[in-house]
């Protein structure tokens, strides 16, 4: 069983930067592939990044390529997600989640955290 609780969301301007952090709890942290996804209102949750266990692989959502940088630190059981250059269209209920095997879909995750909400006024 794995429980994770993200934090660090909130109202940035448009070209502004804010990390995500989400910690997660029991022993085997190393041994998922972590990731990350958001959710607007209305929208289907859609795949933002994805870190392998031991953080030398990373993926990304072309829409965020090159703003966001997904990282993790095995030793704080923490996962991170820096976003860069955020954009209105950025605005989402932003989830961590883990899985033993790589997947951009959500219905591939086994545990989720419970949001945080990330806001980009124009």
């Known amino acids: 069983q794995v429980q994770l609780v993200e934090s660090g969301g909130g109202l940035v301007q448009a070209g502004g930067s804010l990390r995500l952090s989400c910690a997660a709890s029991?022993?085997?942290?190393?041994?998922?592939?972590m990731g990350w996804f958001r959710q607007a209102p209305g929208k289907e949750r859609e795949f933002v990044a994805a870190?392998?266990?031991?953080?030398?692989?990373?993926y990304y959502a072309d829409s965020v390529k090159g703003r966001f940088t997904i990282s993790r630190d095995n030793a704080k059981n923490t996962v991170y997600l820096q976003m860069n250059s955020l954009k209105p269209e950025d605005t989402c209920v932003y989830y961590c989640?883990?899985?033993?095997?790589?997947?951009?879909?959500?219905?591939?995750?086994?545990?989720w955290g419970q949001g945080t909400q990330v806001t980009v006024s124009s």
């Open positions: 870190i392998s266990g031991g953080g030398v692989i990373t």
């Open positions: 989640a883990a899985t033993a095997l790589h997947s951009r879909s959500p219905v591939n995750y086994d545990y």
């Open positions: 029991g022993r085997t942290f190393s041994s998922y592939i």
